[in-house]
């Protein structure tokens, strides 16, 4: 409910005055018996000259609705209280502080939420962020989505009475408590842009103490002031910089791997987002309109421009199965559950349901769908309503693929086995033509098919339609069919992968593969050559442009570009293996993998990217303008609470997680052409280096002063550690070390002490922990018992004092001081297994374990306290400035030594070990939970999603 709803009438539902600040009291403004009535406002509301009349009235009624919805029916005013009234961009130049306005709804920056709000909306109505004003106009997009619309009514009526009548700006020497007031700002002392635009706020503060700095919102009434929600905090370290490059970096706070960071994480809940990273998208469809279609994993088809804008989404439910688009640039979609679906401009028209999933599904011209049913059984014509017109069946034979021709509606037929990789071709293989009565045409055999895969997620099948309406058929060889069955032209026999591409000049592309060598090739409407080229071997895609040019990627992972008949347009590197690729009418490439969108341009120069999808292992880290970075299936970059932003799913990213070098510059460990490589990217995913081990890696990725950046990793017989300097330089590695790694040692994380001079790198082995000098000498080596096996393994985490915790696989959590000589060791209940210990900023070591115990010891490792929960814990911990603990847990009965199952919770704890609040979710055991500069907590799940709670 609405914190200022009129509950019954005279009756008024005041603002929770939450997030204190220190000592200082904050009072509940009365609400009085004479707060306006929302009826008597909007009757009140009187619209500019340049609004239209009919369309103020349409905005006022959407703002009723809206206002009643949320059960308001008076003006309340409050301070903002929600996210969309928080700042987030709060920052120091030399002596200077500066931040935005932020209030939810207030378009027309006044400082109160209140119907002259849609007058923004009305005078902007339509534009986008392709707009020359879109500086002014985007004030009205309240909701984000890059275009003003009715449905930015919605911010003003959630938020309506919220006022700002200035900010307080103020202090805390730890970040955790103690907030206190050091100055203020008026609204009035507001500054806007030239040229329009948010309003900003400017307070020089010379000789401001280090510490932590945020901004909040107030209301004041004659003597009595409300203050809203509380923005980012910013750390003013004592060089009068703020920490940098963020206040975490890698799978810890900092190159010790301790789990420690210096800003205080969310003493309570209040509210939790998210961002989705994995399975956002499916393999782009091209519109007539030049827009992307795609439907994702998660269940929502989306439309977006070619920049990436996004126009609409609705969720269907289920994962696709096929999708197909329309010429009219209809979606029509089978999902995994049997739903047969069609969409038009972001609203389902029409939705049946199945036993099953459909095989294969194809839109007709002039609407309606053709599927070949689950099993083959029969092809079946819908009309544009989702009815069924007819069936039809062939006694004896078996459905695959089916296709729409100009005057016939064709399908692929065979007896025997099914299409499947791993089992012979079937040898009676047919095509049959009927009418739209459902009436058998004609049949055509086909010579020579090779085995064809019937799979999830294809979008062009091994059937097509070339420009002039011939049925285009992959087998051994590339077939044309006219609408009466007969035999066009036929190309070259040899090994199709894949199906073809064709265009609207008549043109076909596609790729071989097993032929020694493979080649791409394009052929004109009459089958005949126009372009061919030679590959070691070909990933079985093309994309054909709408002026002839053909884009490819090879098996080192290139996308290259040509103009036939020869002309070497582009190449692109360090791009995994793309499943699907297409071509706009501009020229701009699109490519899909695992969840994935890249975006080329006609240059082919790096555009956009989204999506994501992997195996989240790693925690994020934090750019100093406060943007989120998850190393996972690609190299994601994101802002807060916008599941779009720079997403570079070009690189693979496969172990831990990034680190921030200055400059924002972003390293990784992942895959370069095929192989194992330390990458390097600007924040805008452009690669500036790689460099390759000469093995596999065995570490995470580390970093220290300067940012040096250590691995450690094996050539197959022996093991070693390397130092990279940060602009991928080799600064030095270790002769071979006195044992090995474990072999799937990839999860365990090495520490840097970055305190000596030269600094100390410690690595755990199998049988013993290491310390290595700056210079990559062998300093000292502490052996332990052997454990053979450890599927399992964690890395090493370092105390205040330089002295290294790590699990020793034995049962033991052990501590060594950093001369190598033994200082605790504390039996474990259960094993750490994925998790990694925690250290507090007094010494103390919070660990969690498989026993379903949560334990904290001293310094010098004598116990403090542990806590028993319902279920195992795999999570490391994150402890934050105040103390507070932060972790997940939840079982899994695939997982050894689980008994029970039961739902994961993100759980905060105070230093003693009593709950603060916990949260359902289930969290991606590891992946450490982060705290940003902000003091939001972020938690990847299981499923690539990463949520941030405050």
Not at 485 to 498: K, N, R, Y
Not at 654 to 666: C, E, K, T, V, Y
């Amino acid at each position: 409910m609405n914190r200022r709803l009129m509950l019954m009438p005279g009756v008024v539902l005041l603002a929770a005055l939450v997030n204190g600040c220190g000592g200082r009291e904050q009072t509940a403004l009365p609400a009085g018996a004479g707060a306006p009535a929302v009826s008597e406002l909007l009757r009140e509301y009187e619209a500019p000259a340049e609004l239209d009349a009919a369309l103020a009235d349409e905005l006022l009624r959407e703002l009723s609705r809206v206002l009643a919805e949320q059960g308001i029916t008076r003006l309340v005013s409050a301070p903002p209280s929600g996210q969309s009234g928080m700042v987030d961009d709060l920052t120091l130049d030399g002596t200077k502080f500066s931040w935005s306005l932020r209030s939810g709804g207030d378009y027309d920056q006044n400082g109160e939420v209140n119907v002259s709000d849609i007058t923004p909306i009305g005078i902007h109505l339509g534009k986008s962020s392709s707009d020359a004003d879109w500086d002014r106009a985007q004030l009205a997009d309240g909701d984000a989505n890059g275009v003003v619309t009715l449905a930015d009514i919605t911010p003003v009526g959630v938020n309506f009475g919220n006022r700002v009548d200035g900010y307080e700006l103020q202090y805390s020497s730890d970040g955790s408590a103690g907030w206190s007031l050091r100055s203020e700002l008026p609204l009035a002392a507001a500054l806007l842009p030239a040229g329009g635009g948010r309003k900003y706020f400017e307070l020089a503060q010379p000789g401001a103490p280090s510490g932590f700095y945020r901004v909040v919102p107030y209301q004041q009434d004659a003597g009595n002031r409300a203050l809203g929600i509380p923005g980012n905090v910013y750390e003013l370290a004592p060089s009068g910089g703020p920490i940098s490059p963020g206040n975490w970096n890698g799978s810890g706070a900092d190159s010790g791997n301790t789990g420690y960071s210096p800003v205080p994480g969310p003493a309570s809940f209040t509210s939790q987002g998210s961002m989705t990273y994995t399975d956002r998208f499916s393999a782009p469809l091209i519109g007539s309109d030049g827009n992307i279609y795609t439907l994702g994993a998660d269940g929502l088809a989306e439309c977006f421009t070619p920049e990436l804008i996004h126009i609409w989404g609705i969720d269907i439910g289920d994962w696709p199965a096929h999708h197909r688009l329309a010429a009219d640039n209809t979606v029509i979609a089978a999902l995994r559950s049997g739903d047969v679906l069609q969409i038009t401009g972001g609203s389902e028209d029409w939705r049946i349901s199945l036993p099953d999933q459909v095989l294969d599904i194809q839109p007709v011209p002039g609407g309606g769908a053709l599927y070949v049913e689950a099993g083959g059984a029969a092809l079946h014509r819908l009309d544009a309503t989702g009815a069924e017109l007819w069936n039809y069946s062939e006694p004896g034979r078996t459905f695959g693929f089916c296709h729409a021709i100009p005057g016939a509606f064709c399908v692929l037929s065979y007896t025997g086995q099914p299409f499947l990789r791993q089992l012979p071709a079937p040898v009676d293989v047919q095509l049959s033509a009927v009418d739209d009565t459902g009436s058998f045409l004609w049949s055509f055999a086909i010579p020579g098919v090779a085995p064809l895969i019937l799979s999830d997620f294809h979008v062009s099948s091994y059937l097509n339609v070339s420009a002039d309406g011939r049925l285009l058929v992959c087998s051994d060889r590339l077939l044309a069919l006219n609408a009466a069955g007969g035999l066009a032209w036929e190309g070259a026999q040899e090994g199709i992968s894949g199906p073809v591409s064709p265009n609207a000049l008549g043109q076909v592309s596609y790729a071989t593969f097993g032929d020694s060598p493979d080649h791409v090739r394009v052929l004109d409407g009459n089958g005949l050559e126009l372009f061919s080229t030679e590959l070691s071997t070909a990933l079985g895609l093309t994309a054909l442009g709408a002026d002839g040019r053909v884009c490819w990627q090879t098996a080192a992972g290139v996308i290259q570009a040509s103009q036939p008949p020869g002309t070497e347009l582009w190449e692109y590197t360090g791009v995994a293996s793309l499943f699907s690729a297409a071509l706009d009418a501009n020229g701009n490439f699109y490519g899909f993998r695992q969840g994935s969108l890249i975006s080329l341009g006609p240059d082919g120069g790096f555009r956009w990217g989204a999506g994501g999808s992997g195996f989240p292992n790693g925690s994020p880290g934090f750019t100093d303008d406060g943007r989120v970075v998850c190393g996972f299936g690609g190299l994601s970059v994101l802002p807060v609470g916008n599941s779009f932003g720079t997403v570079h799913p070009c690189f693979d990213a496969n172990s831990g997680s990034p680190w921030i070098l200055p400059d924002n510059r972003i390293a990784f460990l992942g895959t370069h052409e095929g192989r194992p490589a330390v990458l390097c990217c600007a924040d805008d995913g452009t690669l500036l280096w790689q460099r390759r081990p000469l093995g596999r890696f065995s570490t995470r990725l580390a970093m220290g002063g300067s940012g040096r950046l250590y691995y450690g990793w094996s050539d197959g017989t022996d093991d070693y550690l390397s130092c990279i300097g940060s602009d991928g330089s080799e600064l030095w590695t270790t002769a071979a070390l006195p044992a090995r790694f474990y072999g799937l040692a990839g999860n365990a994380a090495p520490a840097v002490d970055s305190g000596p001079d030269p600094e100390v790198l410690y690595a755990r082995l199998r049988d013993r922990l290491v310390a290595v000098d700056g210079n990559g000498s062998l300093l000292w080596e502490h052996p332990f018992a052997d454990p053979v096996l450890g599927f399992y393994n964690t890395g090493v985490v370092l105390q205040p004092d330089g002295s290294v915790v790590f699990d020793d696989y034995s049962g033991n959590l052990r501590a060594v001081s950093p001369a190598g000589n033994p200082k605790w060791s504390v039996p474990l209940g259960g094993t750490l297994f994925v998790a990694e210990a925690a250290v507090a900023a007094d010494g103390a070591v919070v660990y969690s374990s498989t026993d379903k115990h949560l334990y904290v010891v001293n310094e010098d490792g004598t116990p403090r306290w542990n806590q028993a929960y319902p279920s195992a814990i795999f999570s490391s911990a994150c402890v934050d400035s105040a103390g507070r603990i932060y972790f997940s847990n939840g079982a899994d009965a695939g997982v050894v030594g689980t008994t029970e199952v039961s739902g994961g919770r993100t759980y905060c704890l105070d230093s003693a070990g009593n709950e603060l609040w916990s949260q359902a979710n289930e969290p991606a055991w590891e992946a450490r939970p982060a705290i940003d500069p902000a003091g939001r907590l972020y938690v990847m799940q299981k499923d690539g999603t990463l949520i941030y709670i405050q």
